[in-house]
């Protein structure tokens, strides 16, 4: 990427020798971001929904604006469509709790093995707690979803599938379209866990064909503790609250409390509020680039990568080969070398990878890994950051042995 | 660019590659498995004891040259322990890594950790064998004494 984008990320201005390559797991801030949260908790700061005094009508404006944002940013029908949260964790928890409250025993949902610990946990605590069948799309060989099992894992006790829209390991890309007309046919609801998707480029829930949609600011050039939950209108109409207390009532007395309509029925407590106004910031950033030259070029420096790797002996890629089928994350295994050890002499080469099992251990094991190293791509990277990982894995193998 | 890190030395990559203790034992009065939830390392250590006394230890280490090496460590220097032994190695371990405390005297090979002060992230690849023996341990102990 050209340094004139690099620069409009603060850390990666202020850190020029920094090959950082664990986008996936946190995304740099954008200055506008970071200045959009400076100047709300200097000028603005209050709290929202509760004052009438002038400050709490501007921090009150300032985090509805953040609303339309991340509506234009999803191309939601609707503001009252987007639930702040304090990430995709708590986004998928709250549709755990309450879409999960109006299943009952017997009712299936079904998710993928390759789902990040925090889209497969909560559906086993549903399970335990309503009794629901807990379905698993299994994945190929190149971790994608295999969904030529869906017909056998679909039917009318079907309510909801929950996956990802593309995996935090293998980067592979969930085939949404087909996964949507076979939900459509027996009546399921589609969740997709866009916190890896996100980054690369705004999305378009009403094309998508999905009913909720969550994702997590930080990787999207954004601020930390904030997140957005997009729902249907009308599901969320019909959803109990998850989390209870001030904002999300309507009336409370000694014996019984109504609640607010969405989305602060789903805004318990003070929400994160400059934290949304520089999440609002950053979308309204990404939706003013071009995504498609953004793609290409992720694209570019995805393939310039796998093939440097392929040329490693005794590497294992993980996941597709074919960058098209990905998103711009790579894992990989090398034979011997454990990923910790690996990401610990690159860290003294200025490169920055996660090691690990990702927090997704069931996908790990579905490709017969227990842990791996992962670099991620982003919009701020270039060939120069390949090509260091190219030198430095070759340093630290040498250095391991 | 840094060419070097002297967090892997020989000595920790010869430790690691020994695997001392590395197995299971036929009998065993406690064992304890221990993940690192961090990475998934998992370390499972087995005891056999006598007079309050480590006889034999044995363990199934999967994690880093700094997790293997430590285990390998615990392999060849446990036997002839009690519990309160292995604690006070423990803490000396964890001292040296947290607290710039010195090398626990009793087992010099620790020293080879020390670089690993400056990565925290580290320390509970270090520990996780320590704190399986210590898992292990307590279970003999329940098992021969029913205390908790």
């Known amino acids: 990427m050209s340094a004139s984008l690099r620069d409009e990320f603060p850390l990666l201005a202020a850190a020029p020798q920094l090959h950082y390559l664990d986008s996936a797991a946190t995304a740099q801030i954008h200055r506008l971001a970071l200045d959009a949260v400076v100047r709300h908790e200097t000028t603005r700061r209050a709290n929202v929904s509760r004052g009438t005094y002038r400050l709490a009508e501007a921090a009150d404006l300032a985090y509805e604006q953040a609303r339309q944002t991340a509506a234009r940013f999803l191309n939601a029908n609707s503001a009252d469509e987007i639930i702040f949260t304090s990430g995709a964790t708590a986004s998928l928890n709250l549709v755990a709790h309450a879409f999960g409250n109006t299943l009952k025993a017997g009712d299936r949902v079904l998710i993928s093995v390759a789902e990040h610990h925090s889209n497969f946990v909560p559906w086993q605590m549903l399970r335990a707690r309503k009794g629901i069948e807990l379905g698993l799309i299994p994945v190929t060989a190149s971790g994608q979803l295999d969904l030529a099992r869906l017909p056998e894992l679909i039917d ?30 027996v009546g399921a609801k589609v969740l997709l866990d866009g916190a890896q998707a996100v980054q690369h480029g705004p999305q378009d829930v009403r094309a998508l064909g999905i009913d909720f949609y969550a994702f997590s600011g930080h990787k999207c050039f954004g601020p930390g503790g904030v997140g957005v939950l997009w729902g249907k209108g009308e599901l969320l109409a019909a959803m109990p609250p998850f989390l209870t207390g001030g904002g999300m009532i309507g009336e409370v007395t000694p014996q019984a409390s109504t609640w607010a309509a969405p989305p602060q029925r789903f805004e318990a407590g003070t929400p994160p509020i400059a934290q949304a106004v520089g999440l609002a910031a950053a979308l309204e950033w990404m939706v003013g680039q071009s995504w498609p030259q953004i793609h290409a070029r992720e694209g570019r420096l995805c393939e310039l990568l796998i093939e440097g790797l392929l040329r490693i002996p005794g590497l294992r890629l993980l996941g597709p080969e074919a960058s098209a089928a990905r998103a711009p994350i790579v894992s990989f295994e090398v034979a011997g070398q454990h990923p910790h050890d690996i990401c610990q002499v690159l860290d003294a080469h200025n490169l920055a990878l996660r090691g690990g099992h990702h927090c997704a251990q069931p996908l790990m094991a579905a490709l017969g890994a227990e842990v791996c190293t992962r670099a991620s791509i982003a919009l701020y990277n270039d060939e120069a950051d390949i090509q260091a990982l190219l030198d430095g894995l070759g340093f630290a193998l040498r250095e391991l042995a | 660019m840094n060419e070097g890190n002297s967090l892997y030395q020989d000595a920790i990559k010869q430790f690691a590659q020994a695997a001392h203790g590395h197995g299971q034992l036929a009998a065993a009065a406690g064992e304890a498995k221990l993940d690192n939830p961090l990475c998934g390392d998992r370390v499972g250590v087995q005891v056999a004891v006598a007079s309050d006394h480590i006889t034999a230890i044995a363990h199934e280490t999967r994690g880093c040259l700094l997790c293997r090496a430590a285990a390998s460590v615990m392999g060849l220097r446990a036997v002839g322990q009690d519990e309160a032994g292995i604690e006070a190695i423990t803490a000396g371990l964890e001292g040296m890594l947290k607290n710039e405390a010195p090398v626990p005297a009793a087992w010099p090979e620790l020293s080879m950790f020390e670089p690993a002060r400056a990565y925290p992230s580290r320390h509970r690849c270090v520990l996780l064998p320590f704190r399986a023996l210590l898992a292990a341990l307590l279970e003999s102990r329940r098992s021969r004494h029913g205390d908790i």
């Open chain 1, 156 to 185: 009318r006790k079907c309510r909801l599938i929950a996956v990802t829209h593309c995996s935090n390991v293998t980067g592979a890309r969930t085939d949404v379209a087909a996964l949507v007309a076979a939900a459509r046919k």
